[in-house]
T-cell receptor
Framework: EAQVTQNPRYLITVTGKKLTVTCSQN?????MSWYRQDPGLGLRQIYY???????DKGDVPEGYKVSRKEKRNFPLILESPSPNQTSLYFC??????????????FGPGTRLTVL | AQKITQTQPGMFVQEKEAVTLDCTYD???????LFWYKQPSSGEMIFLIY??????QNATEGRYSLNFQKARKSANLVISASQLGDSAMYFC?????????????FGQGTRLTINP
């Protein structure tokens, strides 16, 4: 089954404790991206990757790191989480370039709470 | 500047009625794509419908149709014969450019509640 998986799905942590949210896709997609969703703001892009070893900042990259060492994996790293990073996080992937009408495939989301 | 605007934070509709969710967008690109997603309370993002900027006909997918008015830069989602299961958050999104650039820009969302 074609899918994007994220782990963990739910996480409660404390300020300053490093964490990693994993993302993996089995569709051989070149493009992968991380979004965060906050009430009243929709989804905003954090980082994206066009292919292995190629990453770039999105609209809200502060406080986050990513890496793309393998095509299928795109982990999101919070080196020192803060309460303002409490959010719902989505990983997404697609082909490059995307076929007309082809959407990005979203993971199930990771709900992160930073106390 | 906001590129995608959804002006209805919440909507309440009676079951079986049709509902229109508004979306306006702002872009200077000639080539772009417009998407609608549904997010139920469980949180996942479900792709509903797509409209390309060069598509002359409005997109339709089952009970969903997209009322695309290019000159007005609007891409409203129409759900016919609403059902209780349509209660969810709905997001309009745009992808600018057809090649390479793949960032999706989202609106703020509209929470739709279907009343029995």
């Amino acid at each position: 089954e074609a899918q994007v998986t994220q782990n963990p799905r739910y996480l409660i942590t404390v300020t300053g404790k490093k964490l990693t949210v994993t993302c993996s896709q089995n569709m051989n997609h070149e493009y992968m991206s991380w979004y965060r969703q906050d009430p009243g703001l929709g989804l905003r892009q954090i980082y994206y990757s066009m292919n292995v070893e190629v990453t770039d900042k999105g609209d809200v990259p502060e406080g986050y790191k990513v890496s793309r060492k393998e095509k299928r994996n795109f982990p999101l790293i919070l080196e020192s989480p803060s309460p303002n990073q409490t959010s719902l996080y989505f990983c997404a992937s697609s082909f490059t370039p995307p076929p007309p009408g082809d959407t990005q495939y979203f993971g199930p989301g990771t709900r992160l709470t930073v106390l | 500047a906001q590129k995608i605007t959804q002006t209805q934070p919440g909507m309440f509709v009676q079951e079986k009625e049709a509902v229109t969710l508004d979306c306006t967008y702002d872009t200077s690109d000639q080539s772009y794509g417009l998407f609608w997603y549904k997010q139920p309370s469980s949180g996942e993002m479900i792709f509903l419908i797509y409209q390309g900027s060069y598509d002359e006909q409005n997109a339709t997918e089952g009970r969903y149709s997209l009322n695309f008015q290019k000159a007005r830069k609007s891409a409203n989602l129409v759900i016919s014969a609403s059902q209780l299961g349509d209660s969810a958050m709905y997001f309009c999104a745009m992808r600018e450019g057809l090649q390479g650039a793949q960032k999706l820009v989202f609106g703020q969302g509209t929470r739709l509640t279907i009343n029995p």
